[in-house]
């Protein structure tokens, strides 16, 4: 029997008819081919204890032990404690190996039914040189090797202290360096949603232990910078989904693993991290961020190990608290070119804006593991999380005209003809125009809470583990005390002058009204308040059960049953003020932009809480407010959606022989099957709506006729398996190699599920949304060649290919709406034709991932201080995308086809330096195949970051960590690479710190 057989039996399962139940039948019976006949001996003996790092006294996780002559081994669980049975009776050399440490070999003798403690403490050569200084990197680095290599499914495991003092210490600035992993910093610079392996945020999910992590809003991304990773001890990324996991990830699933107090050897430790960041005076900064050029933070950990109930170190706890304060600013400029491929194009729109924002961040977690017998563990952790931003302020200037990128150039249009790929001219027409806005000071404020409770029961053959948890997430968002306010000025020329500085160009007037007069602007449109409330909640109960067949070969059979429920609401409270005043409002001349330190442009700005507070106007005599429109977010912002997820599972997990080539071959199958259920509710617009007139003479009656009778619920179910196939191979003691077939996918946005109604009185026809539609699915081959070496090092080559169907298609025609009351529509529409959305198409997928690290302690003199990190993403793909043509990566919105990090550290007695590299190449931002002009590109973006320390003592060291010192901004650019349409400067900042443990 032999691998390629394996995979030519996955493939016929695949291709046959009836699929998936003949798949997941012939993946259950896999192992039965290779079944021997001979059981274990009954009086047998068992050998348990623990595996240490003599050093750092953490035990070790994944470390292996084994009876090479008996061929019997095991791995240590995540307490450190390991049980190798059945041992036949007499003297065993026992045999204990972990990456980076000695192999120990010792002789123990077991009598038959006896059960022999035996523990070790493993150590190495290097630690001896100075144990406390490389503890962190180089442990870190080994125990997430070897739950990669351990793992029989494809991942990535990474310490979350392998990359150093990260800046803002957030989980998303780990995950993005890891290979298979792309994304782009948000305008504020931050690393909130990835794509991995091509599929972007929203179609992959975020897990604590396990757990589903409650994204925000109606949203299913969870944005990585809302919690902390000083709370985690490790990050996972699962590509090869197996079926003991949730398969609702199509490209990949993040797990957060927390740390547990039990895995140490020690009776008490105390961890610290005290730090600054501070934007320097000797950099470029916004006037806003000057005025806060440093900020806190700050973390701490206490874990301590107790003896309760007449046991021994069986309880331990584990406390993290975290507190940050993270200020940005940053400086924007964005254009807008004539829609033409001929070049030059006009400019006929010119936009700066400065942004600050401080987010403040509380995060806290409490964990108890608590040890009730040698064969039960109950586990019990809680974790809260606040971000408040409270001062996000945005002042944004745009001229403009309103005969926008089509216009072709006359005698009386605005854009004056004879312009250059330099310099545009607006002549002072009523269509030229200037916009002053005023944003903020905005909220988004976010409060998690989370309770997980746990147990498992280890009874020799039979494993069992059951979890609960319940997660909150409360989202307000909005312009908080604030507002939105636009100070217009109409019928003024200017010139754009890009001939010595694109970035900073000169603005320069060209006839009619003065635009840097503020008396000379009007309030524009609606004095805006938004105030928006979303909440989700997901509760959940999971049970597994493994056994250990008494076999020869090693073999198990596993089965476990969940359920989820995830419930997300949204109401607005949102208003608005209508202009009554005639004059001018009052400036402020207090803001400095960063636009007119760089070109000496003065331009008036607003502050809008100038005018309003607490959500009312500051003089009631110059504004109205449109009470129908706040009667109405009371129907159009409250919003509701409940999906039930209830999946079971059936796998086995073992070797298909006992020695030799099959002996080294191990696999893992199954199939599980996931029934999904959506219920969503709200209110939608009743067929013929009031008239602005009779909104303002009665908005009480006018909201109640458009709204009150028109509650919608709509629902949709499906049900579908997902099986999987995973072998690995020890090709030799240090190289493995991995081929998989799973099955993935991606559920449809919240958004498509609730209910939604567009009126065409003309066309007769009706468009609602689906809350049926099925999820995106995946079909995954991955292999890979992973090749381990000492010291703490591997390189891994990998190739992945996915087929991907079920695309959303919108605007489908499903027949016609039937008449009569009982039509769903209280009456209406009967006849009209429905349009809905649904699902069709077919994409592929595939790439390869490099990836390499090592610690170079074998280099002579200083140079055994270096180590090193590299990894390589490149990605393609192809399909209808649920279209009519066929599409190429370069035509897919948001579709990043490679990306790159590298890192390069190095320790020298107490001195250490480290380098942070990330890279991510050009990709498509906005397509359209029809007017090739107006695509845009996000250029390529690559980030560097130094940071050194020293350490002072050893519970005591001192950090500077530089962040973007190349001072790298993000650039996007429209239809060709010397037309930039967003230019976003975040500019550098620095950590100064001080971290220890004790």
Known sequence: MSLLFVARLVRCCVRSSGRSLRSFALLLLLPLVFLPGRMAAADAGTITGTVSNAA?????????????????????????????????????ELVVSYIGLDTARVQVTTLPGQRVVRDFDLSTGIYKMDAFKVTGEREGGAAAITAQRNAPNTMNVVAMDSFGHLPNMSAGEVLMRLPGVAGSPTDEGLAYNFNIRGMPAGMNTVTIDGGLVTPFGTNRAFEMQSISAALFDQ???????????????????????????????ERRRLTYSLSTRIAPSFTDQIPLREQHRAHPMLNFGYQELYDVFGGNRNLGVTVNAFYSENAVGFFQTDRDYQNTTVQPAYVWSYQTFDNYNNRKQVSGSIKADYRVSPSTRVTIST??????????????TRAYSSQNQNT?????????????????????????LIDMQNRGPNNYDT?????????????????????????????????????????????????LDRTQSELHPKFIPNGGLDFTDPNNY?????????????????????????????????????????????LAQSLSRSRRYVYTGTGPLPADPSIITFDQIKTGRRMPQWTTSMFINDRKPVDPNLWREDVYYRLQQGYTGAREITETVTAGYLMAQGKLGREGFLGRTSFLG?????????????????????????????????????????????????????????????VTQNLKARLAWSTSFGRPGYGELLPSESINETGSTLTINNAGLLPQTARNWDASLDYYFEPVGNFSVGFFHKTIREFIVRNINVGTIPTGTDNGYNGEYGGWTLFTSANAGTAYVQGWEFSYQQQFTFL?????????????????????????????????????????????????????????????SDYIVEYSATTVGRNRWRASFDTLNVGLAYQVRPSASLTLDVSNVLNAYQEIYRGFRNQPSTINYNFVTVNLGVNGRF
Not at 69 to 78: F, N, P
């Open 56 to 92: 750092t006294r953490n035990l070790l996780e994944g470390a292996r032990v084994e009876i090479p002559a008996l061929r019997l081994s095991t791995l240590v669980d995540d307490t450190g404690r390991y049980v190798l049975t059945p041992v036949p009776a007499g003297t065993h």
């Open 235 to 265: 990050l996972e990324l699962t590509k090869g989904h197996r079926p003991d996991k949730n398969a609702d990830s199509l490209g990949g699933t993040v797990n957060l693993k927390s740390r547990s107090s039990l895995s140490m050897k």
């Open 383 to 396: 974790t809260a999380s606040d971000n408040f931003e409270h001062s996000r302020r945005r002042y944004i």
């Open 408 to 432: 072709v150039p006359s005698a009386t249009t605005s854009v004056v003809p004879g312009w250059t790929d330099k310099i545009t001219v607006i002549r002072p027409v009523a269509q030229s």
């Open 447 to 495: 409060r998690q809470r989370r309770l997980d409770l746990s147990a498992e029961q280890d009874f020799g053959p039979l494993q069992l583990d059951y979890a609960v948890n319940y997660a909150r997430n409360n989202l307000n968002n909005g312009n908080g005390q604030g507002g939105e306010l636009t100070m217009r000025v109409a019928g003024t020329g200017w010139i």
């Open 522 to 566: 009007r309030p524009n449109g609606n004095l805006q308040c938004s105030d928006g409330e979303n909440d989700q909640r997901v509760r959940e109960a999971r049970f597994n059960a493994l056994y250990k067949l008494p076999t020869e070969i090693p073999l198990a059979l596993k089965t476990g049953v969940q359920w989820r429920e995830t």
């Open 670 to 730: 199954g199939a599980r099957w996931e029934n999904t259920e959506d219920v969503g509710v709200g209110w939608v617009r009743a067929r013929f709506g009031s008239t602005a007139a009779q909104q303002l003479a009665d908005p009480v009656g006018s909201v109640t006729r458009d709204y009150a009778g028109t509650r919608r619920e709509i629902n949709g179910s499906y049900t579908k398996p997902f099986p999987s196939l995973h072998l690995t191979h020890d």
């Open 860 to 920: 002579p003199g200083f140079l055994k201080g270096l180590s090193g990190s590299f990894n390589y993403t490149i990605i393609d793909t192809h399909g209808d995308f649920g279209g009519t043509i066929n599409m190429t990566g370069r035509e897919v919105v948001g579709f990043i086809p490679k990306a790159a990090n590298a890192m390069l550290s190095w320790r020298y007695k107490k001195f250490s330096t480290r380098l942070l590299y990330n890279w991510t």
